[in-house]
């Protein structure tokens, strides 16, 4: 079996992919929306460097990836050692999260992700925050899908309405969110009982990683913990199916 066999298919690998230096270049030059930037290792050097430097002004992600990943993912294309994976859509400014809010006049609702790695996972909870009103979802810089092909597309076109803002520093964007007056609620075991919580008001709801769940620093920062009761024999729901369930309790106490 192929090490990459948890890809989907070729078109949903080449939905997204920019490669080889010059279109690479191109892209980074014209301002197109790009989720990160994959060297393949041992690449680093000519022209490579240089598209890199670009790169690095534009503060956007580079990631050093094995040549075999790189070759699978161009399905075969001559990259040269380099591609990009664009983004289905700009990222937003945290700003512009409190200013959806204001314009509808209500209290902010944000979804914060810690470290959702899944495309489909991300895909969905962008779709969920849109139908239950969310104003925005943040996700972190690194170790975090991200605005691909495969997201845009399980978000079913939620991406166009829903500010997604990515950031370097989860525990610090939520100091700045309390700072506005957040109330931080995060989705871990061995918390409330989310039927119990009074989620109404300005509120930022947490949903961790899908095997880890949220970090030991992002939990100690929340305010309130949630947890859904289990009632069957496993005792954990898929990452998001969770955070649809809280979004929705969320949009009830509003």
């Known amino acids: 079996?192929?090490?990459?066999?948890?890809?989907?298919?070729?078109?949903?690998?080449?939905?997204?992919?920019?490669?080889?230096?010059?279109?690479?270049s191109e892209a980074i030059r014209s301002g197109r929306p790009i989720d990160s930037v994959l060297v393949a290792?041992?690449?680093?050097?000519?022209?490579?460097?240089?598209?890199?430097?670009?790169?690095?002004?534009?503060?956007?992600?580079?990631?050093?990836?094995?040549?075999?990943?790189?070759?699978?993912?161009?399905?075969?294309?001559?990259?040269?050692g380099i591609a990009a994976v664009a983004a289905v859509c700009?990222?937003?400014?945290?700003?512009?999260?409190?200013?959806?809010?204001?314009?509808?006049?209500?209290?902010?609702?944000?979804?914060?992700?810690d470290e959702i790695?899944?495309?489909?996972?991300?895909?969905?909870?962008?779709?969920?925050?849109?139908?239950?009103?969310?104003h925005g979802v943040i996700i972190?810089?690194?170790r975090s899908a991200g605005l691909s092909f495969t997201v845009g597309k399980t978000a079913a076109g939620a991406v166009e309405y829903v500010p997604v803002v990515r950031v370097p520093n989860i525990p610090s964007v939520i100091d700045t969110l309390?700072?506005?007056?957040?109330?931080?609620?995060?989705?871990?075991?061995?918390?409330?009982?989310?039927?119990?919580?009074?989620?109404?008001?300005?509120?930022?709801?947490?949903?961790?990683?899908?095997?880890k769940g949220i970090s030991r620093l992002v939990r100690e920062k929340c305010d309130v913990i949630v947890s859904l009761p289990m009632k069957g024999k496993i005792n954990s729901l898929n990452a998001s199916v969770a955070a649809g369930i809280l979004m929705y309790r969320v949009a009830e106490c509003r």
């Open 1 to 24: 079996m192929s090490d990459y066999s948890k890809e989907k298919n070729s078109s949903e690998q080449r939905g997204d992919i920019i490669f080889g230096r010059n279109p690479v």
């Open 178 to 211: 309390k700072e506005k007056g957040l109330w931080i609620y995060g989705a871990d075991m061995n918390g409330e009982d989310y039927r119990k919580c009074d989620m109404s008001g300005a509120v930022a709801l947490v949903i961790g990683n899908e095997g």
């Open 117 to 134: 790695e899944d495309p489909h996972n991300l895909g969905a909870i962008i779709r969920s925050a849109e139908c239950a009103g969310a």
């Open 90 to 113: 700009e990222y937003k400014e945290l700003d512009d999260i409190f200013l959806l809010a204001k314009e509808r006049n209500e209290a902010p609702f944000v979804i914060i992700l």
């Open 140 to 142: 972190p810089n690194r």
């Open 41 to 80: 290792k041992g690449a680093k050097t000519g022209a490579i460097v240089g598209i890199l430097a670009k790169a690095k002004e534009k503060k956007l992600r580079i990631k050093e990836v094995d040549p075999k990943k790189l070759d699978y993912m161009c399905a075969g294309g001559t990259h040269q």
